[in-house]
C-alpha cells in the first residue's frame, strides 16, 4: 500500500500542533529477519556442588566444566534449543528434540537412519540433575534454576529483551530499552519528543472510508522514561473508531508508577481519558483489541473535525505524570515535574 503524506512539525511542551498525517500499517524495516541484541544462550552453566546424581562422572577428564558439557548434549543439534521431554534418539544414540524431530521427517540429522518412537531416557534423568543460570544472565538476571524450571522462568524474566515497539510493521528486532530507542528513532524514523505534555494534530483525507489505519508513532522522554504515544483507526464491530493510548517502555510494574490524560475536542465539547500506560511488554495489538485508551466514534470525531466533514482533523492533547507517594500523608500525589 501507499503512504499518504505525512508533515509533524516537532513540539511537545510548548503546546505548538504537531500535525501528522494518515499513513497505514506498513512500514519498511531494514532489520527484516529476527535480530538478536545479545545473545540468549548462557555459554556456562552451573552444577550444584551438593549433586549426588554423578554429573562430573558422565564427562571424564575433558578439560571442559562438566555443566557445561551436559548442557551442550541437551542442545538439539537442529534448533540449537535446550532440549526437554520428550527426547528421542536414534539407534544410533543421536538425540534431538520433539518438535524437530517432527520437521525432519523421522529421520536422524547426523546419521540419517530412522528416528522411530526411542525416548533417551538416561540424558531426561540427567537433565532433572542440573541447576542452570537463566539465559539472560548477560543482562543482569542472578537467578539459577533446576533444568526443568528454567524454562518457566525465562518465558516470564524481568531481565528478557524487549520486542520492538513499533505498531507500523511487523518488526522482529528485540533488546532493552536504550537500544529500542534508538533502533525506533533511526531504523523506523520515529519522531522523539522530551516533555510530559503533548498536542497533535491527526489528519487523514476521505475520512468515510471504512480501513484499518495507523499513524505515525511518537516517543516521549519523561521523568528518565520512554513513553509511545499510538492513534489509529480500526473497527469495533461494525462500527470505525479512532483510539489513542499510551505504552510505557518498560515492565508493568513500573508503568504503575505514571499516570496519563488524553483529550479531544472542539466546538464546546470534548472527550477526556485517564488512565495508566501499559507496558510494552504488552503487544500494540493486545492493547487495542482491550480498548484501554481514547476511543472516539467516526461521527463524534467528524464533529470535532469542523468543516464540511470532508477530512479528518482530531487535535489530541494529553500529560503524563508521576505518581509519587507522600511519606508524611500517606496518599499517593501526582508529581507533573
Not at 550444584?48 to 562438566?66: C, E, L, R
Not at 551436559?70 to 527426547?87: A, D, F, Q, R
Not at 539407534?91 to 524437530?100: D, E, F, M, Y
Not at 517502555?249 to 481519558?273: C, F, I, P, Q
Request: glycine share 6%; net charge negative.
Amino acid at each position: 500500500m501507499e503512504f499518504d503524506n505525512i508533515e509533524c512539525v516537532s513540539s511537545s511542551d510548548g503546546l505548538n500542533e504537531d500535525e501528522i498525517h494518515h499513513r497505514y500499517p506498513h512500514h519498511p524495516n531494514p532489520h527484516h529477519g529476527h535480530h538478536q541484541f545479545s545473545s540468549s544462550k548462557p555459554q556456562n552453566g552451573t552444577s550444584n556442588p551438593n549433586n549426588s546424581n554423578g554429573v562430573n562422572n558422565i564427562v571424564g577428564a575433558t578439560g571442559i566444566t562438566p555443566a557445561t558439557s551436559v548442557h551442550e548434549l541437551l542442545e538439539c543439534p537442529v534448533c540449537t534449543n535446550s532440549m526437554y521431554p520428550p527426547i528421542h534418539q536414534c539407534q544410533n544414540g543421536h538425540t534431538l528434540c520433539s518438535t524437530c524431530k517432527v520437521r525432519v521427517h523421522n529421520q536422524c540429522p547426523t546419521c540419517r537412519s530412522e528416528l522411530g518412537d526411542i525416548r533417551c531416557l538416561a540424558l531426561e534423568k540427567v537433565a532433572e540433575s542440573l541447576e542452570l543460570p537463566c539465559k539472560y544472565c548477560s543482562l543482569g538476571c542472578p537467578e539459577i534454576f533446576p533444568y526443568y524450571s528454567k524454562l518457566k522462568h525465562e518465558a516470564i524474566c524481568n531481565f528478557r529483551p524487549y520486542n520492538c515497539p513499533y505498531a507500523g510493521s511487523e518488526c522482529s528486532v528485540v533488546g532493552d530499552i536504550p537500544f529500542l530507542v534508538a533502533h525506533l528513532r533511526d531504523d523506523h524514523k520515529v519522531d522523539m519528543h522530551t516533555g510530559s505534555t503533548f498536542n497533535h494534530r491527526y489528519v487523514k483525507s476521505n475520512p468515510r472510508e471504512v480501513e484499518n489505519a495507523t499513524w505515525m508513532l511518537t516517543v516521549f522522554h519523561s521523568f528518565g522514561q520512554y513513553f509511545c504515544l499510538h492513534f489509529e483507526a480500526f473497527q469495533l464491530g461494525m462500527a470505525p473508531v479512532y483510539m489513542a493510548f499510551l505504552r510505557f517502555m518498560g515492565d508493568e510494574a513500573e508503568a504503575r508508577n505514571y499516570s496519563y490524560s488524553l483529550e479531544v475536542g472542539a466546538n464546546g465539547r470534548k472527550l477526556t481519558w485517564e488512565g495508566t500506560p501499559r507496558s510494552i511488554r504488552d503487544s500494540h495489538r493486545k492493547v487495542r483489541d482491550s480498548h484501554d485508551g481514547l476511543i472516539i466514534q467516526r461521527n463524534m470525531a467528524l464533529f470535532f473535525s469542523g468543516g464540511d466533514r470532508k477530512e479528518l482533523k482530531l487535535r489530541v492533547t494529553g500529560r503524563v505524570w508521576k505518581e509519587q507517594q507522600n511519606p508524611d500523608a500517606g496518599p499517593c500525589i501526582q508529581n507533573f515535574s
